[in-house]
């Protein structure tokens, strides 16, 4: 039996709060990751009848928006964990009754999908905010068909690393939690139950006019959820002294704006036929054994 890998570094109550207080808006540094991600489907050659978009809203909703286009006759589940991530998610993607693309298009659905009926889930940053990763990964695995793939994309250990080095350096709590490696989603990916995970992984390089605009931008992207970051509200002088301090010490590109580096990782896998275990007292009709011999497999 498998232990949960629940992250030792996040505070799953400071996520919780986040996912019902984060902006109704896709960041763009999502969008920018999600076309990324979009290139990949290139190497997929299976076209999917049905696929859920998790967390559309925060995970990119233009991206949706080219995912319909790319997927004009496949109906679609739009899947949000808050009531009013799901509403203003419905707003943005869903066309009212008199406008003729609600007819072309196959309809969307604002649920969860049910046990084994999509052939894609798409994940957009996602995965490094979850409390508790293994479950999401389960849900994935559960709605997906027998040989569906997910699509999915995360935030990596070297993310703002520029900003961890200045909190230790002027001896403050840590800057955020520890982000997982790509290696060990791979393998948590097979522990529950995906086969053949393909992970790549690259270093996005930002720059900014000055500290105020990098920290608004990472407002938007989340919040520092490890359990060991100051717990109290800051006095009125810490934004003063966080910006000089990031005015110090961050790295400066060519033309003089600070820089910090976003690891973007990738992956992709698809749901594994399911393992009959047979014992030495066990009984399997022969209809699950013919199912299972006949069982093939399609490649992506």
């Not at 299976?46 to 990119?60: D, F, I, K, M, V």
């Not at 909703?61 to 080219?66: E, G, I, P, T, V």
């Not at 961890?164 to 393998?187: I, K, Q």
């Not at 139950?193 to 938007?220: C, H, I, K, W």
Request: some cysteine.
């Amino acid at each position: 039996m498998n232990t949960p890998q629940i992250p030792p570094t996040l505070d799953p109550p400071a996520v919780s709060r986040w996912q019902r207080n984060a902006p109704l808006a896709s960041p763009w540094l999502h969008e920018e990751v999600a076309r990324r991600m979009q290139d990949r489907l290139e190497w997929i050659k299976l076209q999917p009848q049905t696929w859920a978009h998790w967390g559309a809203l925060r995970g990119g909703l233009l991206a949706h928006a080219q995912l319909a286009r790319r997927y004009p006759n496949s109906a679609c589940f739009v899947v949000e964990a808050h009531t009013e991530r799901a509403q203003a998610a419905m707003k943005s993607i869903a066309k009212p009754w008199w406008d003729p693309k609600q007819w072309l298009n196959s309809a969307t659905r604002f649920e969860a999908p049910s046990p084994g009926s999509v052939d894609m889930l798409w994940a957009n940053m996602a995965l490094h905010e979850s409390a508790d990763p293994q479950a999401l990964l389960a849900s994935w695995q559960q709605a997906l068909k027998v040989d569906g793939f997910v699509m999915f994309s995360c935030l990596g250990p070297d993310t703002a690393l520029e900003l961890r080095e200045v909190y230790a350096r002027m001896g403050w709590p840590p800057a955020g939690h520890e982000l997982t490696d790509m290696h060990d989603w791979g393998d948590m990916l097979v522990q529950g139950g995906f086969a053949e995970p393909v992970m790549d992984m690259e270093r996005l390089t930002l720059t900014y006019d000055s500290p105020s605009r990098l920290l608004r931008e990472l407002r938007e992207l989340g919040r520092n959820f490890h359990p060991a970051r100051f717990p109290a509200l800051r006095g009125r002088g810490w934004q003063a002294r966080l910006e000089q301090a990031l005015g110090e010490y961050l790295p400066v590109s060519a033309d003089g704006r600070l820089s910090l580096t976003f690891e973007v990782i990738y992956g992709h896998a698809l749901k594994a036929q399911p393992k009959i275990k047979v014992s030495a007292h066990s009984a399997v009709s022969v209809q699950d054994m013919r199912a299972m011999l006949q069982g093939g497999r399609t490649k992506p």
